[in-house]
C-alpha cells in the first residue's frame, strides 16, 4: 500500500474536517442531550459524513456534470447553510426547544456540511482522481476511514469536556463556536464568489 498517499490523505482531511475543532460546535448544537444522545449524535454525524464522502469519491464527478453543478456552486451553497447554523448559534436560538424538535442535527448541519463540507468532498475527490491501481485506493480508502475514527473519538469525549465546562462553560463556547463557524462561512461564500469571478487560483 501507498502509505505516502496515505499520510497526504490523512493530513489533508485531517486539517480541513478539524476534529478538535468540531468539539465546541458539536457541544453548542448538543448542549440539550443527554450523555447517551450525545453519543449516539457523534455516531450518527460520523456515519452520515463517511457516507457524503465515499458517495461523492466513487460518483461525485458524475453527480455534478449530470446535475450541471460547479465545484464553487456546492462550496457556496455549503456556506450559506454553515451561516445559518452559525447565526443560531450566535443568537441562542439553537437552544430553544422548537429548534430541534423533529429536526436532527447529526445530519444536517454535523454530518453534513460541517463535516463532510465542499472542502473535504473535493480533496477526496481529487486524491481519488490521482489514484493509480488498488494500492493507492486502498491507502486513499484507509486515510478517508482514519480520520472519520478521529472525528468520532473527538465527538465521543465531548463529554467530558461538558462536564468540566459546566453549563455556563458551554454557554460561552457556543458563542465563541458561533462566531468561528460563521468566519467559515463567509470564507467558503467569499471563496466560491472569486472563483466565480476570476476563476480556479
Known amino acids: 500500500m501507498n502509505w505516502q498517499l496515505f499520510g497526504e490523505a490523512f493530513v489533508t482531511l485531517f486539517v480541513i474536517m478539524d476534529p478538535l475543532g468540531t468539539v465546541p460546535i458539536f457541544l453548542g448544537l448538543t448542549a440539550s442531550f443527554s450523555t447517551a444522545e450525545r453519543s449516539r449524535a457523534a455516531r450518527q454525524a460520523v456515519f452520515v459524513a463517511f457516507g457524503v464522502i465515499v458517495a461523492f469519491a466513487l460518483f461525485g464527478q458524475r453527480i455534478l456534470d449530470y446535475l450541471h453543478i460547479s465545484l464553487p456552486a456546492l462550496q457556496a ?7 445559518l447554523i452559525a447565526l443560531e448559534l450566535l443568537t441562542g436560538k439553537g437552544d430553544e426547544p422548537t429548534s430541534t424538535v423533529g429536526v436532527n442535527v447529526a445530519m444536517v448541519p454535523l454530518g453534513t456540511p460541517l463535516l463532510a463540507g465542499p472542502g473535504a468532498i473535493v480533496a477526496t475527490m481529487v486524491f481519488v ?3 493509480e491501481g488498488w494500492d493507492d485506493r ?5 486515510g478517508v476511514l482514519a480520520v472519520h475514527v478521529t472525528l468520532w473519538l473527538a465527538m465521543r469525549f465531548a463529554g467530558l469536556v461538558h462536564k468540566v465546562l459546566g453549563d455556563s462553560g458551554v454557554l460561552l463556547v457556543t458563542r465563541v463556536a458561533g462566531l468561528l463557524l460563521s468566519a467559515i462561512a463567509v470564507q467558503l461564500v467569499a471563496d466560491a464568489v472569486r472563483t466565480f469571478v476570476v476563476g480556479p487560483a
Open 77 to 83: 451553497a455549503g456556506g450559506l447553510l454553515l451561516l
Open 129 to 131: 482522481q490521482q489514484a
Open 138 to 142: 486502498a491507502a486513499v480508502a484507509l
